[in-house]
């Protein structure tokens, strides 16, 4: 985030870290505005956590028009420990599942300038979500062939068009050669990557050469139960 502060303004819009998106570090500076401490790094974050829950509720209500079901899906994210860990953690994926959900509820308001909009933020958010909005452009694609309304499906084949765009757009935004402020690489593809995986998910605080192994051992017998 420091190191944003220094880099020329047309970077905000062209991108200048191959892994988060100016828009994370725009919220990390605002939150500076309170300090530097961790309060101020984490708060956004819970922030973001906290409003991904009504609009959850909100989405499910849409889709399902069951106040149980829409209920029952805003306790499950609620309660969710991944999203408890990333809404407490000073990183912009509480601010991706919070557009997510934002982005479907567009869609299902059948509302294109406001789901084009969110996808562009999420855009600039981080490359995590590349995927999201995969999933909108296959997901919109397939529901402009089922919708017989014409005027619906005009605005469903704009977002599943804007959605294209914006996939395109990733690879600029997020290409090779820009300049860094995260100096961590993707681990290769090992058995130790899946050791530090399986122990991250089922035991914490395992700091002997055997604590993997016990990982694995818990997690063999919650599948065996």
């Known amino acids: 985030t420091t190191r944003a502060t220094s880099v020329p303004f047309w ?37 973001f956590g906290v409003a991904a829950i009504p609009i959850l509720w909100v ?4 889709a399902s028009n069951d106040v149980w079901a829409a209920s029952a899906s ?15 953690e000073a990183r912009p994926y509480a601010l991706i599942v919070l557009l997510t959900g934002a982005v479907l ?4 308001r059948r509302a294109p300038l406001l789901a084009g909009g969110l996808l ?19 997901a919109t694609l397939l529901a402009a062939q089922l919708e017989p309304e014409p005027r619906s499906r005009q605005r469903i084949q704009f977002i599943a068009g804007t959605a294209v765009v914006v996939l395109e757009v990733f690879l600029l935004l997020y290409r090779e050669g820009t300049e860094g402020t995260s ?10 990557l899946f050791d530090g995986v399986v122990r991250g998910l089922a035991v914490t605080a395992l700091g002997t050469e055997d604590g993997g192994r016990a990982a694995v051992e818990l997690e063999l017998r919650e599948l065996l139960r």
């Open 11 to 47: 970077q905000w819009l062209s991108g200048f870290d191959p892994l988060h998106g100016p828009l994370y570090y725009a919220m990390q500076l605002v939150g500076r505005m309170a300090g530097e401490g961790e309060w101020a790094g984490r708060f956004s974050a819970a922030a």
């Open 59 to 62: 989405t499910a209500r849409r």
């Open 120 to 138: 562009v933020l999420l855009l600039y958010t981080s490359l995590v979500s590349v995927w999201v909005v995969a999933a909108v452009a296959v």
């Open 183 to 192: 100096e961590g690489r993707f681990p290769g593809l090992d058995p130790q």
């Open 74 to 88: 805003a306790l499950l994210l609620a309660l969710s420990p991944l999203h408890v860990y990333y809404s407490r």
């Open 105 to 108: 509820l567009a869609v299902l």
